[in-house]
């Protein structure tokens, strides 16, 4: 069964971090490259962060630049969304997403599999 996993959402104050994980079950993500997409309540889903199926090449939204770094474990099969700076409009349900190609994209029309999302809350 191929499966994403994600994990590591919770609830932090403002200016704090996180580090959300992606793992990957049934099939191996070498070939894939990976997307991080978020839906806060009442929005369109985004694109957050990419990276490719090498890992060499990455694509931020601009709401995240200089905040958020995506990386991938290949070892591992894991993708990570490591999140600093938190502000209350990051607060949405994260999911990451694995896409068939070499290049990754920030829009969600093609990827492949997703996961079931992870809850990240920034509050005071």
């Known amino acids: 069964q191929l499966q994403l996993v994600e994990s590591g959402g919770g609830l932090v104050q403002p200016g704090g971090s996180l580090r959300l994980s992606c793992a990957a079950s049934?099939?191996?993500?070498?070939?894939?490259?990976m997307g991080w997409f978020r839906q806060a309540p009442g929005k369109e889903r985004e694109g957050v962060s990419c990276i490719s199926s090498s890992g060499y090449s990455t694509n931020y939204a601009d709401s995240v630049k200089g905040r958020f770094t995506i990386s991938r474990d290949k070892a591992k099969n894991t993708v990570y969304l490591q999140m600093t700076s938190l502000k209350p409009e990051d607060t949405a349900v994260y999911y990451c997403?694995?896409?068939?190609?070499?290049?990754?994209?920030?829009?969600?029309?093609?990827?492949?599999?997703w996961g079931q999302g992870t809850q990240v809350t920034v509050s005071s």
């Open positions: 049934g099939f191996t993500l070498d070939s894939y490259a």
């Open positions: 997403a694995a896409l068939n190609w070499k290049l990754c994209v920030l829009w969600a029309d093609g990827y492949d599999y």
